[in-house]
């Protein structure tokens, strides 16, 4: 596989998961708010920031070497098509699941697109 062409959308995405992270790590009220309204259990948050630093740095290793950009992306759209499910199950039909949840996803799958397909 070829590196990645462009390679701007996977930074532009790493990014957005390294501030994800932070902001996961002791979560601010939004972010706990989130948690809480899909019913994500308390003692599983921890989870969220190592899963998106895992992230940030598999895309930006991407620009490089493909596979593992490639394999990022396939994860972060796996994890937020888990996220507008839990949205949905929870009736949760707010900002979260149209703003940010299925924002990331397209973002996501542009990026993937942009990156890896294209």
Known sequence: MDPADPTWPLFVLAAIQFGDAVVSYKPMT???ECFD???FPREYWWVVTPIKLAAGVGL???????EIGLAACLG???YFILAIGA????????RNLFVNATGM???TAGA????FVS
């Not at 930006?60 to 493909?66: I, L, M, N, R, S």
């Not at 949205?87 to 707010?94: L, M, Q």
């Open 30 to 32: 939004f972010a706990a």
């Open 37 to 39: 309204d899909v019913n």
């Open 60 to 66: 930006v290793v991407g620009a490089w070497v493909p």
């Open 76 to 78: 972060l759209l796996l």
């Open 87 to 94: 949205h949905i199950r929870a009736r949760d039909f707010g």
């Open 105 to 107: 996803l397209l973002l």
């Open 112 to 115: 993937t697109y942009l990156c």
